[in-house]
């Protein structure tokens, strides 16, 4: 799997946006395993919604673009 040189949403793994799987890419992570995490912190915390959290990196992060990864 090849890295993000920034923080980009992915290209290779995404399920709706490629965020979780930019994440993931950028810190050399599994996707899975990120995703995972996700769900378990936003169904942790009352205050912000994750999917609130989520929309707005969707809108934040640029897309990943072939000259993106290293």
Known sequence: MAKL??????????????VMGGV??????SATWVRLLFVIISSLSAGVPGIL??????????????????
């Open 5 to 18: 040189a920034k923080l980009h949403r992915s290209q290779n793994s995404k399920m709706v946006a490629g």
């Open 24 to 29: 993931a890419e950028y810190f050399g992570w």
């Open 53 to 70: 959290i989520y929309i707005i990196l969707w809108i934040v992060m640029p897309k990943a673009s072939n000259q993106s990864y290293q």
